[in-house]
Nanobody
Framework: QVQLVESGGGLVQPGGSLRLSCAAS????????MNWYRQAPGKQRELVAT???????NYADSVKGRFTISRDNAKNTVYLQMGSLKPEDTAIYYC?????????WGQGTQVTVSS
């Protein structure tokens, strides 16, 4: 069992930055692929960024070059550094831990980009 707790969301102006954190507990963190998803009002949840157990990364085209995912296995934490934020980045951001067919989700953190 893995428990995930996101933090770091908030209100930011367009062009600004935020860093989201996801703290994991309860199991062996470093074997999981970690993902950040987001869901905007009225839209489907979408995959934003992925980091594997070997720290390979992948990004949605919409955030490539602006967001960076990283992990600190010693702290059981995954991060999402978000820069050059746009109003369309407004969403609830969810942390996900995946191992084969097993998925764990955090409760989400709200990010609002507005002037």
């Amino acid at each position: 069992q893995v428990q995930l707790v996101e933090s770091g969301g908030g209100l930011v102006q367009p062009g600004g930055s935020l860093r989201l954190s996801c703290a994991a507990s309860g199991s062996i963190f470093d074997i999981y692929t970690m993902n950040w998803y987001r869901q905007a009002p009225g839209k489907q949840r979408e995959l934003v960024a992925t980091i594997t157990s070997s720290s390979s990364t992948n990004y949605a085209d919409s955030v490539k070059g602006r967001f960076t995912i990283s992990r600190d296995n010693a702290k059981n934490t995954v991060y999402l550094q978000m820069g050059s934020l746009k109003p369309e980045d407004t969403a609830i951001y969810y942390c996900n831990a995946k191992l084969a067919i097993i998925n764990y989700w955090g409760q989400g953190t709200q990010v609002t980009v507005s002037s």
